[in-house]
């Protein structure tokens, strides 16, 4: 018995609409079923996958103790230049870099409510 696949990531909004906008039109997932739980929320789908999972904070309620060492997450894209226009049309800052190894491309951008999301990009050829 083992782990067999990775499912999803959940976080906790100050403003779920916000967030929910910036993960479907700058990220580019899309909303999807999602149970109908007693708590604002949506799932966040990549293709079949519901990989983001989004609740509601409550007013006033900061974050989770334990969650503090989450840096980042990360998704594999495609069309770089695309997303760079995306980015700054939006006026949202970010940061490039490339991995020395194998040439991947890389933007990191935060979301509404603070999260790195990284984006790696096929090396140039």
């Given at each position: 018995?083992?782990?067999?696949?990775?499912?999803?990531?959940?976080?906790?909004?100050?403003?779920?609409?916000?967030?929910?906008?910036?993960?479907?039109?700058?990220?580019?997932?899309?909303?999807?079923?999602?149970?109908?739980?007693?708590?604002?929320?949506?799932?966040?789908?990549?293709?079949?996958?519901?990989?983001?999972?989004?609740?509601?904070?409550?007013d006033g309620d900061r974050?989770?103790?334990?969650?503090?060492?989450?840096?980042?997450?990360?998704f594999f894209a495609s069309?770089?230049?695309?997303?760079?226009?995306?980015?700054?049309?939006?006026?949202?800052?970010?940061?490039?870099?490339?991995?020395?190894?194998?040439?991947?491309?890389?933007?990191?951008?935060?979301?509404?409510?603070?999260?790195?999301?990284?984006?790696?990009?096929?090396?140039?050829?």
């Open positions: 018995m083992g782990i067999e696949a990775f499912q999803h990531v959940n976080t906790r909004s100050a403003d779920v609409e916000r967030t929910r906008e910036f993960y479907e039109t700058v990220i580019g997932l899309t909303v999807g079923p999602r149970p109908p739980f007693s708590f604002r929320g949506y799932w966040l789908y990549l293709g079949e996958q519901a990989v983001l999972h989004l609740v509601q904070r409550a974050h989770h103790e334990g969650t503090g060492n989450l840096d980042h997450v990360a069309d770089y230049e695309g997303m760079r226009r995306r980015l700054v049309d939006r006026s949202l800052p970010f940061r490039e870099a490339v991995v020395p190894r194998d040439g991947t491309r890389q933007i990191f951008v935060k979301d509404p409510d603070g999260l790195t999301i990284e984006l790696n990009f096929a090396p140039l050829t």
